[in-house]
């Protein structure tokens, strides 16, 4: 078995209580890893790391360019590792083999060596345009880095999360505090584990594994954080919000979502039918823009309702570590009492189950916890199941019978992460695209957002972008320098309005 300390100042320590904690793989129960478990006095030792190597380190005046250089070598580091980290996702988060090894990891990756690129020719001058406003002068902007960022981050999908959250802030030259969910710490340990072999100083990452109530909220609250980035649901947004306000500490907030995918009525459905399942059972929908709301038009509502369900039916349930597995495990009983209560709402309140609905048991997995990949029919947008964030493998069919009728069934959420759209006819597509207020919205596909495209969502699902030049630029205080052109005295029409 595995054992973690917490990552502080560049070195595995115990917590300051002594105490730890242990995660369990949700194919089977069984314990992953023994962790050290993170408390108050731990948030303080790791904000006294990240300052001081903010404040007195080399890091955040490096050279960029520097920097990208000594992030590309952990990227080779990661990228050796990447076969033992997705099978860590796997036992830690319940990860189908095929997800982490094809997807999840080598994804996430991906995004490590982009930001790193990307930040070292980022230009941190940009020129204002000349004014000459009350007088002559030179004026441009430096980008300069926050400075020790607080990161909290949930357990669906950690090890993205983790360099998500990791990369971009310490690739424009911050120093951090990263907070991994008590469910899944174990891949974030193994980020920390292949940075603390690396050159990047002592204390500029720092990981410390503990729970939200009191760790994160002391994170949050602590005066010496320059920058919050948090990502979860959107209940944990709303306190984050309010807990930095007092210090009016900078928050970006990926929160949680509803998307919608809307089939058009002249979409390939050899495609779309396919794709809405791709969008909503990945990674057992347990993801932030799932497409758990799947907008059919009238016409086409039986065809795509039989065939969604004849293909669902032929996907298998099992065990992560299977690579016969299409559906892994859902991540621990919490959920799947949540999910379960979920399904028995949709049927109480009037939606007709096409297909699942049920445990899987049996074959060995009677002590991990696997749902059907279940479809509701006639679901009304109005239904809790339509507009709950349920984070399970339960999709909401709706009927719609105008594309009018769609966007505003689709845009009817306090939601706005993302959404999909399924047409042949690109401009139309394009033309509903327009009407979505979603943060991302995709054109005959789901999931997949290139490192150099920002991420976030409107409405209740965020405040902020991640990723690309716009995660980047999120990562950095903007300090405007107005350097005057009339030095001389009697050019300085301000002697006037003084009297001096
Ligand atoms: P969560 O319950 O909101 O927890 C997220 C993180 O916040 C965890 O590390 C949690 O710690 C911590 N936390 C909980 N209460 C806190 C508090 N009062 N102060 C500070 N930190 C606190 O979310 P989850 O259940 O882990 O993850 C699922 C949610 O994340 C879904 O809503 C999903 O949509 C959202 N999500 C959003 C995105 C996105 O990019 N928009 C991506 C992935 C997931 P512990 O759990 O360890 O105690
Ligand atoms: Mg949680």
Redesign the pocket.
């Known amino acids: 078995m595995r054992e973690y300390g917490q990552f502080i100042g560049g070195e595995f320590v115990d917590a300051a209580s002594g105490e730890t904690f242990e995660t369990h793989d949700p194919s089977t129960g069984e314990v992953v890893a023994t962790v050290a478990r993170a408390g108050t006095e731990d948030v303080d030792r790791a904000l006294t790391a990240a300052r001081r190597a903010f404040d007195e380190g080399p890091w955040p005046t490096m050279h960029p360019r520097e920097r990208t250089r000594l992030m590309l070598r952990v990227f080779d580091r990661l990228a050796e590792a990447q076969e033992g980290i997705a099978a860590l996702e796997t036992a830690d988060a319940g990860h189908t083999m095929r997800n982490s090894t094809l997807f999840s990891v080598p994804y996430s990756n991906e995004f490590w060596r982009y930001l790193a690129e990307a930040a070292g020719s980022l230009s941190y001058v940009e020129p204002v345009p000349r004014y000459d406003f009350p007088t002559a002068a030179w004026e441009f902007v430096e980008r300069t880095p926050f400075g020790v960022c607080a990161q ?6 950690p090890y993205m ?1 983790a360099i998500w959250k990791v990369a971009p802030a310490i690739a424009t030259g911050n120093t951090l505090v990263l ?5 899944t710490p174990v891949t974030a340990m193994e980020l920390a584990r292949i940075v603390a072999e690396s050159d990047i100083p002592p204390g500029v990452v720092n990981v410390i594994p503990g ?3 009191p760790v ?2 002391a994170m ?1 609250t602590d005066r010496r954080v320059d920058k919050i980035a948090f ?6 947004g709303r ?2 919000m309010q807990l930095a306000s007092p210090q009016v500490t900078y928050a970006t907030l ?4 509803k998307s919608p995918s809307i089939i058009l009525d002249d979409a390939d459905l050899d495609v779309a039918v396919p794709g809405a399942l791709w969008a909503m059972y990945l990674h057992q929908g347990q993801i ?1 823009q799932a497409g758990t709301r799947l907008l059919v038009p009238s016409s086409l509502y039986d065809e795509v309702t039989a065939r969604a369900v004849e293909l669902v039916e032929g996907m298998t349930v099992g065990s992560a570590h299977d690579f016969a597995s299409d559906l892994g495990p859902v991540l621990n009983e919490t959920q799947f009492r949540t999910i379960e209560r979920y399904i028995e709402l949709g049927k109480r309140d009037g939606a007709k189950l096409l297909t699942g609905g049920d445990r899987v048991t049996g074959d060995g997995l009677d002590r991990g916890y696997f749902v059907q990949p279940t479809i509701f029919g006639e679901v009304d947008n109005n239904m809790r199941i339509a507009q709950e ?1 349920i ?1 399970g493998p339960v999709l909401s069919v709706i009927r719609y019978d105008s594309v009018d009728d769609a966007v505003r069934i689709a845009n009817d959420s306090i939601y706005g ?1 993302a959404a999909g759209v399924w047409s042949r006819d690109i401009p139309r597509a394009l033309e509903v695209v327009r009407r979505l207020r979603a943060g991302t919205v995709w054109v005959n596909d789901f999931h997949l957002i290139s490192p150099a495209a920002p991420f976030g ?1 409107f409405k209740q ?2 405040v902020g972008r991640e990723q690309g030049e716009w995660g980047l630029k999120g990562y950095l205080e903007t300090k405007t320098v107005h350097v005057s052109q009339v030095p001389a005295k009697d050019q300085k029409f301000w002697f006037g309005i003084l009297g001096l």
């Open positions: 909290i981050i949930p357990w669906n999908f999360m907070k991994p969910a008590m469910e729970p939200g109530v994160g909220e949050v990502t979860g649901s959107t209940e944990v306190r984050i990926e929160l949680g979502g932030c964030e984070f992460l969502g699902s965020g």
